[in-house]
């Protein structure tokens, strides 16, 4: 039968200003995914290497996202997923975005194309749903688009992609701690002072401009978060300091990835992102906390095939 071998790549979201609707992704660490077209309608979560997730269709964001999607078209055959775990569930880049975000492209892809990527978006969210309990899309736009992603409607859902500019890169910390998006979510506020929205948006504004131009300077004086960071920031262990060496390292800006605990900085080139990488290492090291370390270029395409049998 025919199947497909794919690469779905890690996501970082919110982007300081831009909570619940910027996204970006990543190259260099991701999952990999092998769907399968079996006879026996259906979708069966086969095999997980190196994490401990679980095999229940209906319990898994793949199968879960897999499901989604068949549920909107007819269809005489079924689908086997293979998921092998490169990212860490809990890290802030994506996890459950990947998996989700893999499984529909890839079946999709199998089926011959029938679904627009914004049709595969909302599919994934089913995902995303189950996995921190809300259909958020952040993650899993850019985890299909590449680049940038800009949530500009959930209802209708609506998204923009925008393209990096060429020497952006962005180095990610990730902690090894626990922290649940419950926990992320549950030290936010419900309401906001206006004078923080207005400075919120100045800086949302900012960045999509600099980002559109190509404007360094825009984009790290708009990198800042004046509703969610400060609230979130308190949860991650040595966050103030990795941010403060970051940016005195030469990074345009740096901030919380998604809920945390990862930590991302975007840098202007790769050198100077390797060397923001490893003052944030210098912080951890000083600590009993392992980290993994990623530097990464944008990623302007998004989930990618490795193999194919058709």
Same mark, same amino acid.
Not at 37 to 61: D, M, R, S
Not at 71 to 94: L, Q, R
Not at 172 to 185: D, F, G, M, N, V
């Given at each position: ?87 860490? =569930? ?7 975005? /990947?998996?989700? #975000? &893999? +499984?529909?492209? *890839?079946?999709?892809?199998?089926? @011959? ?123 991650? =262990? ?7 060496? /970051?940016?005195? #390292? &030469? +990074?345009?800006? *740096?901030?919380?990835?998604?809920? @945390? ?50």
């Amino acid at each position: 039968m025919r199947e497909i071998k794919i690469f779905s790549p890690a996501t970082v979201a919110n982007i300081s200003c831009g909570f619940d609707i910027l996204g970006l992704c990543l190259d260099t660490v991701g999952d990999e995914m092998v769907v399968r077209e079996v006879a026996e309608k259906g979708v069966k979560i086969t095999h997980i290497i190196g994490q401990n997730l679980p095999f229940e269709t209906k319990n898994n964001v793949a199968g879960v996202a897999a499901l989604a999607l068949l549920d909107n078209i007819e269809t005489t055959v079924g689908f086997e997923i293979e998921i092998y775990k490169n990212i860490k =569930p809990g890290s802030g880049i994506g996890s459950s975005a /990947a998996s989700a #975000a &893999g +499984a529909v492209f *890839a079946i999709n892809e199998l089926l @011959g194309n029938p679904f627009s990527a914004e049709e595969l978006i909302l599919f994934a969210m089913q995902g995303e749903k189950l996995a921190s309990g809300s259909a958020h899309a952040d993650n899993v736009s850019p985890a299909l688009l590449g680049g940038f992603t800009l949530v500009r409607s959930y209802e209708p859902l609506e998204v923009l992609k925008i393209d990096a500019p060429k020497e952006l890169y962005v180095t990610i910390i990730h902690p090894q701690i626990e922290l649940k998006t419950s926990a992320s979510r549950a030290v936010l506020k419900n309401q906001v002072s206006l004078n923080k929205m207005v400075k919120q948006m100045g800086n949302f504004g900012g960045l999509i401009s600099g980002l559109y131009t190509s404007n360094y300077d825009l984009i790290s004086r708009s990198l800042h978060d004046e509703i969610i960071e400060p609230n979130r920031s308190v949860l991650i =262990p040595e966050f103030n300091q990795v941010k403060k060496s /970051a940016l005195n #390292a &030469g +990074a345009l800006g *740096a901030g919380i990835s998604g809920s @945390g605990p990862s930590i991302f900085a975007l840098c202007r080139g790769k050198d100077i992102a390797t060397k923001v990488g490893g003052v944030m290492s210098e912080i951890y090291d000083k600590t009993h906390i392992e980290y993994d370390i990623h530097v990464s270029k944008i990623n302007q395409q998004g989930i990618r095939v490795l193999e194919e049998n058709k």
